[in-house]
């Protein structure tokens, strides 16, 4: 299972990936593998607040929709529009080109206390028993 | 749970498996778009056993089903097959069938699975003069083989000339064993044949089949096929509380048939119209509109999806449902209530998809198109 080891994972199977000015986010290759087809992402609005655990953004797939929830609180900086014309990017390439959107966080380190690689693992593992 | 005789190859493929009323079924085999394309490209193979399988037999069957459903079965020929509904005294839709004329006191009525066993029973409490009624559906399968090139597959397969069967046409395929039919139906909108047999003949076809390339098709693009072609699901867009006219059904009412369950209830809606009216809609880039979302025109609710989905063949989300008649003629705008936001509309003449008809002309056939479904 792809689970790169400079992210950081949630519960929920969002990966964060902290940058110089923002925190990117996307859905982890296990969310897309149950997912499937995605043909549809709700992305927030640039500018919006979020708060850590509240639903930022949905991904539909053919079958139902999922919320997706806000890792860290902050602000939206910038959003993924490739995903309203091509919601595939999110299975072709989860880690890369379908990320879903970027906040500004409002603390710094507030990412570092999310699940490492390994912890997400073991999550993972824990889920399919 | 109900498991079908090709539970084990559903496995064996490690197709995604979902509970379909009470059945362990495939939702989908690689995903849900993909087996999708297949079909309308190529071919695809569904498993479709959980659906029930009722023979009726004797000199009373044809008039003992003619007096439960809408269609005229007397106008059925032998080798021939009617998509009908059998109603209950209020008019009311109690399952939509299609009825095999597979010899000439011999039907072969396939239910939905839901409904099987109070088909099974209905049938037989109605029963008039000298006829027979059997839930045959244990020990037995039905395989679909669907897309352009579904005659040239089972062709191969079963050694026949199954291409040249019209739609709606059923013939005995012995090549493939005792007790085995194929019919030029299906549930997808693209070309194709069902094909009812033993559970180990069904086996041993299906295991042909894919060995020849089909592509194993879930119920999941089973959805997505068969809304693209505006077919009805009985128990989502339609119930024992819907009318024939309420859901666009009305051309299957014969109504110079003396008699039928409900044919006075019919008759008068037929001319006095009925409240609602069953119609398909289009949508630009957006989410999918699902059973129960509410459809708004000019900022008032007039109706309810009733089945929604993606369409792979027009990239956009579709849907049907119903709403109040002044608002159904095609090119009316309307919005879908989609997790409280409303997104644009539009009505459109169904189906959404002529699969069959773009098949022709993309393969440059000059086969006349026929029939309706």
Redesign the interface.
Known sequence: MNIPGDLRYTKTHEWAKPLEADVLIGITAHAQEEL??V??V?LPVVGAAVKRGDQAA?V?S??A?FDIYAPVSGTVTRVNSAL??SPQLVNQDCYGQGWFFAVKPDRPDEVKTLMTAEEYAKTIQAEAH | MHKTALHPEHLKLGAKMTEFHGWDMPLYYTSILEEHHSVRSAVGVFDISHMGQVWVRGPGACGTLNELVVSDLTQVGPDRACYTLLTNEQGGILDDLIIYRVGDQDYLVIVNCANREADASWLSAHRRGEVEVRDISNGRSIVAVQGPHASRLLDEVAGTRVGGLGRFDVVPLPSLGEWVWAARTGYTGSDGFEVFLPDQAAVRLWRRLLERGAQPVGLGARDTLRLEAGLRLYGTDMDAATSPYEVGLGWTVAVHKPSFLGKDVLMRQREGGVARKFIGFEMGEGPVPRHGCAIVAEQRRVGTVTSGTFSATLNKPIGMGYVEPACASPGTPLAIDIRTKPYPAVVVKLPFVRAREQANVAAGSSTPLTGRL
């Open positions: 499937r087809d043909v549809f709700e949905v539909e053919v079958k929709a309203t014309k």
